[in-house]
């Protein structure tokens, strides 16, 4: 159902990569809200991927950019201000990525290499793309940049590996960016806490099923869905949110705030072997 929240708004999608990504519903709820957008991925993803067939959908353009890149980012902004006619309105980053754990090198043995991408793709690229738009004068008035973020940037959750660090560091650049951004040309900065989502990068988090469970029992709202954040994203770009900025927004049903559920209590008291298979997956019900 559309509201209009984002009636004759201009934005920029970063991340979509096939209809399990966030990216993907936030395109499709913002259009559905009014918006004209472009659509933007690394060259390898728009060849692998689906977003030329979400493009095609949505009557909008790729503009293809590696996020760490600042001169493709910086082509980004400049050519969707001249499709979309004017500065932009919004900006979706929901992109990351960790080397150390598609190789499945733990926390205590991680390649330095690697972490330096996992922190440039996932969190220095959100920097890199904000600071070209500053430069460019790209964001209009009241315009809002969010990024995706997760609990474990505050919390230890052991299979989200370098990936923790990455998200802290994402946060830590939506504050200190915010704050420069908001002052100098009132652009808001936030970061949105997800939960666990069965995605393309979300399946690669070591254990994901049975985080996914585990948080879903610990959330008195159970864990939000990509279309939820989706929803959520679409409330951060509209005017009803004109004086939030610099902040980490929690989206994951409660779970951030909870100590213990009386759900996850019980599973813990029966002993996790009752839900699990032969194999160790868990039997949902
Ligand atoms: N899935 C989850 O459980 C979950 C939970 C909280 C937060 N998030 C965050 O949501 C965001 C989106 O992830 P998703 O779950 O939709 O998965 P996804 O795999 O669909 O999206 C990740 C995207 O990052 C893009 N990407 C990777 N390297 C890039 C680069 N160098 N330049 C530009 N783009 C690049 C990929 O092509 C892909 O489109 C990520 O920041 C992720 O950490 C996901």
């Given at each position: 159902m559309s509201n209009n929240l984002l009636k004759g708004k201009r934005g920029i999608i970063f991340g979509?990569?096939?209809?399990?990504?966030i990216a993907w519903k936030v395109a499709e709820r913002a259009v559905e809200e009014g918006a004209t957008i472009t659509l933007s991925n690394t060259p390898m993803a728009i060849r692998m991927g689906e977003v030329n067939a979400l493009a095609e959908k949505l009557n909008c353009q790729v503009v293809p950019a590696d996020a760490t890149s600042v001169e493709d980012l910086t082509n980004v902004f400049k050519t969707s201000m001249d499709i979309l006619g004017g500065q932009i309105d919004f900006v979706l980053h929901s992109i990351g990525m960790s080397p150390n754990v598609r190789k499945k090198r733990t926390y205590d043995d991680l390649d330095y290499g690697m972490l330096d991408k996992t922190l440039d793709i996932s969190a220095v690229s959100f920097h890199k793309m904000i600071q070209s738009a500053k430069k460019l004068n790209a964001i209009a008035e009241y315009g809002s940049i969010v990024a995706l973020s997760y609990v474990a940037a505050q919390r230890?959750?052991?299979?989200y590996n370098d990936m923790a660090d990455a998200k802290a560091l994402l946060e830590s650049i939506a504050r200190s960016f915010g704050y420069i951004y908001g002052r100098e040309h009132s652009v808001r900065v936030n970061t949105i806490s997800q939960s666990?989502?069965?995605?393309t990068a979300g399946s690669g988090v070591k254990g994901m099923d049975k985080l996914y469970d585990f948080a879903n029992r610990m959330s008195p709202l159970g864990n939000a869905t990509a279309d939820e954040c989706a929803d959520y994203c679409i409330v951060m770009f509209s005017d009803l949110t004109r004086k939030v900025t610099m902040q980490n927004l929690f989206?994951?049903?409660?779970f951030s705030s909870v100590g213990m559920s009386l759900r996850a209590m019980a599973t813990y008291e029966k002993g996790l072997d009752e839900y699990m298979d032969e194999n160790g997956n868990i039997i949902y019900g």
């Amino acid at each position: 159902m559309s509201n209009n929240l984002l009636k004759g708004k201009r934005g920029i999608i970063f991340g979509a990569l096939n209809d399990q990504s966030i990216a993907w519903k936030v395109a499709e709820r913002a259009v559905e809200e009014g918006a004209t957008i472009t659509l933007s991925n690394t060259p390898m993803a728009i060849r692998m991927g689906e977003v030329n067939a979400l493009a095609e959908k949505l009557n909008c353009q790729v503009v293809p950019a590696d996020a760490t890149s600042v001169e493709d980012l910086t082509n980004v902004f400049k050519t969707s201000m001249d499709i979309l006619g004017g500065q932009i309105d919004f900006v979706l980053h929901s992109i990351g990525m960790s080397p150390n754990v598609r190789k499945k090198r733990t926390y205590d043995d991680l390649d330095y290499g690697m972490l330096d991408k996992t922190l440039d793709i996932s969190a220095v690229s959100f920097h890199k793309m904000i600071q070209s738009a500053k430069k460019l004068n790209a964001i209009a008035e009241y315009g809002s940049i969010v990024a995706l973020s997760y609990v474990a940037a505050q919390r230890t959750f052991y299979g989200y590996n370098d990936m923790a660090d990455a998200k802290a560091l994402l946060e830590s650049i939506a504050r200190s960016f915010g704050y420069i951004y908001g002052r100098e040309h009132s652009v808001r900065v936030n970061t949105i806490s997800q939960s666990p989502t069965f995605t393309t990068a979300g399946s690669g988090v070591k254990g994901m099923d049975k985080l996914y469970d585990f948080a879903n029992r610990m959330s008195p709202l159970g864990n939000a869905t990509a279309d939820e954040c989706a929803d959520y994203c679409i409330v951060m770009f509209s005017d009803l949110t004109r004086k939030v900025t610099m902040q980490n927004l929690f989206h994951d049903g409660g779970f951030s705030s909870v100590g213990m559920s009386l759900r996850a209590m019980a599973t813990y008291e029966k002993g996790l072997d009752e839900y699990m298979d032969e194999n160790g997956n868990i039997i949902y019900g």
